[in-house]
């Protein structure tokens, strides 16, 4: 059995994007080696996703694909977007001091608590199978990276984690 590791690294937007990362994944999978297995492709980051949807083609005028647009617009009515401190009881005093004072993060770039809900309801991680070498994802499925924190562009990391024969 094969255990095989690479990382992918984003450079973020400044708002809730989609990245896609099939392609990476899909090449990390032939060097890999890997013909019959599971892909594991995971975020680390508690206010990011990773999520299997289809290529809608159509996109938005910033170039967000359509079906994830709609995503975005679902998630702002069942969980708005943090304007304001006390929106939401996260962050809480204590949180904003250990930001600012400890790690020395701007107050405003707490107020991300809708990017931990929307996270938590989609989790962090998906598994593809591996058959004679390709990932299924069927003939419409693409693997997308979602960073729910539009408080500031920042540099992400996806782990895939390619295991099998």
Do not use: W
């Not at 599971?38 to 809608?56: K, L, M, N, P």
């Amino acid at each position: 059995m094969t255990a095989y590791h690479e990382i992918v690294i984003l450079q973020t937007d400044p708002r809730p994007e989609f990245y896609d990362v099939t392609d990476n994944v899909k090449e990390i999978v032939s060097r890999s080696g890997v013909q019959e297995g599971i892909a594991v492709v995971y975020s680390q980051h508690t206010t990011c996703s990773v999520i299997i949807q289809e290529d809608s083609y159509d996109t938005t005028f910033k170039g967000t694909k359509f079906v994830l647009q709609d995503l975005l617009d679902v998630f702002e009515k069942i969980i708005p977007t943090c304007r304001k401190e006390g929106q939401y009881l996260h962050p809480g005093p204590k949180c904003a001091e250990y930001c600012e004072k400890v790690i020395n993060e701007p107050l405003p770039y707490t107020l991300n608590t809708d990017a931990h809900l929307r996270s938590s309801m989609i989790g962090r991680s998906e598994s593809i199978p591996i058959n004679q070498g390709k990932l299924q994802l069927g003939e419409f499925g693409r693997i997308y990276f979602a960073d729910f924190d539009g408080t500031r562009a920042r540099e992400r990391t996806v782990h895939v984690q390619v295991v099998g024969e």
